[in-house]
């Protein structure tokens, strides 16, 4: 299995120790969802969506949440927008978005 599989899939990894607790849920594998519309509102316990429910993630998907984390504080206190620092960069909104989450380089 590649490291991107393991990520997309969870941490399947314990057996060589590649896997450390998801840093969304704490482990719990499991995410809080709320809406609130026009004709309902309300909220459910979902798998959560970084790790997929596993409460696990690989080492690499950790070192790029991390890294994307950071990455997101340095934009925001120089006081930059997701669309202004993507435009810097020559990227897409979308795919800075998506490396900020840690779900991209």
Not at 67 to 74: N, P, S, T
Request: net charge positive; hydrophobic share 30%.
């Amino acid at each position: 299995m590649t490291q991107d599989q393991a990520t997309r899939q969870g941490c399947r990894q314990v057996e060589t120790g590649d896997c450390v607790t998801c840093p969304h849920c704490g482990g719990a594998g499991k995410s809080l969802a709320f809406w609130d519309g026009e004709a309902t509102h309300g909220g459910a316990e979902l798998a959560c969506p970084t790790c997929n429910g596993t409460g696990e993630v690989s080492l690499e998907h950790a070192r790029r949440i991390a890294e994307g984390w950071k990455r997101r504080q340095d934009r925001l206190a120089r006081g930059l927008t997701l669309a202004e620092e993507a435009r810097r960069l020559g990227i897409t909104p979308a795919a800075l978005s998506r490396i900020e989450r840690g779900r991209a380089l």
